[in-house]
């Protein structure tokens, strides 16, 4: 393909983690859920952090196609967009990428998210993502505002670099932001990458996971868009890794403070700059 | 200390993952909650796999012990024993032991499977796991019986080689199994461990914990005693890993049947007779 008609490729996964079951016996329904590769860009060395910021800008506007189409059929009940980036966290495939999984069910987290969330609207009136957001906004946990965009380490972060990027406006899905939004989007994702990358001097693992609205039918008020980044790192030299306690119990063991990593993070992402096409290219 | 006098230690962690808040102006209060490492035999080379059958009988004593001591100080709600070995989940002590958090609250995980039990209770009249128990005692998922403990892969099994072990019997907690119980759960727990290091032909790491009732002083007649395995392999030469899907969402991804690894298991199992001190000595 012509590098200059290519932009952003999304297409179904031929190597599916679900799907409809093929076994003998079992009758065979179109696939309406499924998995889908979205590749960022044709340069095979390049990272998310590493992209122009028109391609990330194009890259907010295809997960937004995405959720909606996908998230338009009767049996998708969750558009789950993600990245797994890194050897660390198991990718063998190194070509920059995320994935999109249609799924026919409200994953466990999405749903503890909601549920806890709507307590919140219950009790307080107000969605717990924005009263959140209230706090960290101007915190010390603050890693970087982008106009409409503010990131922040969790006050409960479970992994020592975990960031998560807001839009201050309550809103559901990516599908609701507006262009402005999704411009400054667009550069806070790649200040949080860029910052990753610059803090540890290496092109940093992580995943990225997108939590918004089901697409269930039903209205989730309680829900706001956000991104949450997972960097397995908790030194430049040190992994941390899921063991008894996480995996058998739920329960996140992390010896870092929040606010120590956001200062480091906040140091780094000053001196981030999102690239025009051209340097980008140069890298 | 002499090899004759040494049965199973039990110390306070020097490091503790957690424990009270120390930092300037907190009010200090003496630990009652905190972490304890169970040192399982003096011989630095072994493995639990690897104990003589009379120690692994005296370390279900000692956690049987250790759950009703700790379990009936007031801030303990609730005593998570378990074990990490190998450095793929990040061991790095290598002394064969395991551990005990002495939890101020009831871990997500445990209150998951305690909440859908309830639930379970109240629809049909029988503990959840006592309904799993009568379908996976005689099928094609069981990997081995020992008396009164029976072992199996889950049907939604979240790990290739995930094994559960339990208790026929309905029993809240390690401290409730009378002594032939005990003994059959350490056969058990030899022929498990022993069935991976045969099925892979190396010494499997793995994550084992114990799920059980809460200390917090309530009735739980939902809880069933039971020990889940993780090993980290879902082939001899390559990890699974967790990334988007798992951490992201809360959804394991797994492409083996729990039939295909449990008949694997099974095999192994067969061949796998738990060793007197000498046999264990000699090795």
């Known amino acids: ?13 031929r190597f599916p983690a679900f799907g409809p079951d093929r076994r003998a ?3 065979v329904r179109p696939a309406t859920t499924g998995c889908e590769v979205v590749v960022y860009t044709p340069e095979h060395e390049l990272t998310l952090a590493q992209l122009p ?3 990330v800008r194009l890259l907010v506007d295809v997960w937004a196609d995405r959720y909606r189409e996908l998230g338009s059929r009767a049996e998708v009940k969750y558009v789950y967009i993600f990245e797994n980036k890194g050897e660390e966290v198991g990718v063998t495939l190194h070509h920059p990428h995320g994935q999109i999984y249609a799924l026919p069910f409200v994953p466990p987290f999405a749903q503890a998210e909601l549920d806890a969330s709507r307590e ?5 009136g107000r969605c717990l993502h924005c009263s959140e957001l209230a706090l960290e906004a ?4 603050r890693v970087l505002d982008e106009g409409s965009m503010v990131a922040y380490v969790p006050r409960a972060a479970r992994w020592p670099y975990e960031v998560h990027v807001y839009p201050r406006r309550h809103v559901v899905s990516i ?16 200040r949080v990458t860029g910052a990753y990358d ?21 209205e989730w008020p309680q829900a706001h868009l956000h991104f949450e980044f997972y960097p397995p790192h908790r030194r430049g030299d040190r992994l941390k890794y899921l063991a008894g306690v996480e995996l058998g119990a739920g329960t996140f063991v992390n010896d870092t403070m929040p ?17 025009s096409r051209k340097s980008s290219i140069r890298m």
Chains 1, 2 share one sequence.
Not at 175 to 190: I, Y
């Open 175 to 190: 599908a609701g932001l507006d262009d402005a939004e999704r411009s400054d989007l667009a550069k806070a994702l790649l």
């Open 1 to 13: 393909m012509p590098l200059d008609t290519f932009e952003v490729v999304v297409f179904e996964n």
């Open 259 to 275: 606010e120590d990593t956001a200062a480091q993070l906040r140091r780094a992402a000053r001196k981030v700059v999102p690239a």
């Open 138 to 141: 101007s915190g010390p946990r």
């Open 120 to 124: 919140h609207v219950a009790a307080r």
């Open 25 to 27: 016996g079992r009758p």
């Open 53 to 55: 910021l028109s391609r």
């Open 198 to 218: 610059r803090h540890f001097g290496f092109s940093t693992p992580y995943v990225m996971a997108i939590h918004q609205a089901p697409t269930d039918g039903r």
